[in-house]
């Protein structure tokens, strides 16, 4: 008698273990947000092998990678996710972040686009898409987006100044929000960028200018209005008894603070600076590049004067609106100053020789400079000293 034959359970084909979706999104999801990546990439890997219709064990798996840093990796998950879920605006965004990786601009703007159209309420995409047509300096593309996104959210001041910019909107200062933004990103990279590529040399001229015109006042107690990062106190170079610099940024007032050469420095608006400040209480006042975004300057004109001892002065720089590449119209004269694309404000010189007349100023010198480059083009300004 044949003995029975025991089963040879290694020659059958191993059958995968089967897919249960929900629990498994649940489980990818929680490693991934874990930070757990190599686990969450094996097993949305071994997800879509076993369920390679279903887009979700895509996109995960392409997010992951990417998140790794796996870029190129990354891209083909992500495309099959894209496939599948034509619907997803999320993973259009992100598949949008990887073509945007290797310069496919276009091809990002396509899925930034898809995702917005899908989702006209996903702001990561709009953003996205935002700030893709603004690298590429796309303005007549920029202002729908930028109404789009001030319609989701119209407290956003610092899209609004964008819109009133490209619109021509005119108004009298740029919004704190948009300063503190722009300068916050900016700091780290402020000093190299303006010194080094665009050619800016405002506060050493302001100095300069303050040194031939009144070369006698030694003890200055000064006030930087706008201090950015503290160029004005390089270039005072030890010559000031008392310095003070006012700015809305606090990353810029950090890397002021490093320079360790201010002898107080104020998180705040100029005009509410000086409004708080003590009568006769500086001997120069200085603001290099701070009004091309305070356009109405009427104000913090009146508070210097009354901030400043007799004799004393009041040194500052402005966008010429006469060389801007639009001429002036007559309100724009009228007004004094004009928003310009560029989201900065330009000033006419008949507006501030008049202010300075109206509060009793003598003006030492008024000098045409160019104030730094744009676009590799010259921005043409004023170097402008005046005497209470
Ligand atoms: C172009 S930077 C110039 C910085 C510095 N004065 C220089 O010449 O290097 C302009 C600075 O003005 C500041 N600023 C602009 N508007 C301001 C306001 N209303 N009150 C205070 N700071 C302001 C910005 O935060 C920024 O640091």
Known sequence: MSQPQTPNIFSRPLTPPPVNLELEQKLILTLFQQGKLPEAERASRSLSERAPKHGFAWKALGLILSRQGRKEEALQPMQQACKLMPRDAE???NLGSLFEEFQRLDLAQSCY???VQVDPAFQAALDNM???VERQDR???LLPLLKHKLKAVPGDDYIRHQVDMLERNQTDAAPSAYVVRLFDHYADQFDHHLQHELGYRAPFDIVRLL????PEQHAWRVVDLGCGTGLVAEALAGRAQSLVGVDLSEK???QARARGDYTQLACADVLAHLQQADGASADTVIATDVFIYVGKIDEVVTQVHRVLSPG???????EDMAAASEAPTEADLARGHRLERSGRYSHADAHLRKLAERHGFSVLAHEATVIRRDKNQPVHGQLVLWQR
């Open 130 to 132: 935002i700030r893709l």
């Open 113 to 115: 686009e898809h995702a």
């Open 252 to 254: 810029m007032l950090g």
């Open 312 to 318: 004393g002065l009041f040194a500052f720089t402005v």
């Open 139 to 141: 303005p007549q593309e």
């Open 91 to 93: 993973a259009f965004n």
């Open 211 to 214: 040194e031939q015109h009144a």
